[in-house]
């Protein structure tokens, strides 16, 4: 089967700057889209951001300009550069593919466990 295995969360003071990965691996045939997402206990998931399969992105507006996705096709490889960290990015931060593995069914999305990032003030 799948598995996405993120990694790269922590603490950091406020203004700091963290880096997540996040691996897909298993029987992969496709990656449409892989992402972040984050979530505060007692609140809804939200996007933080995706990227596509040719490259388009999507950030949420309150990230915009201090994080950056970005991709490794090759490896199955998904990151989010983490900048100017405030105390309100403190969540945990799931991984999220699209993906296809098998030739029969359509995209499926896959989850990686969540890896906490708090931010200090």
């Known amino acids: 089967q799948v598995q996405l295995v993120e990694s790269g969360g922590g603490l950091v003071q406020a203004g700091g700057s963290l880096r997540l990965s996040c691996v897909a691996s298993?029987?992969?045939?496709?990656?449409?889209?892989m992402g972040w997402y984050r979530q505060v206990p007692g609140q809804q998931r939200e996007l933080v951001a995706v990227v596509t399969s040719i490259g388009d992105i999507n950030y949420a507006d309150s990230v915009k300009g201090r994080f950056t996705i970005s991709r490794d096709n090759a490896k199955n490889t998904v990151y989010l550069q983490m900048n100017t960290l405030k105390p309100e990015d403190t969540a945990i931060y799931y991984c999220?593919?699209?993906?296809?593995?098998?030739?029969?069914?359509?995209?499926?999305?896959?989850w990686g466990q969540g890896t906490q990032v708090t931010v200090s003030s």
């Open positions: 298993g029987r992969i045939i496709s990656i449409d889209r």
């Open positions: 999220n593919a699209v993906l296809r593995n098998t030739y029969l069914s359509g995209p499926t999305d896959y």
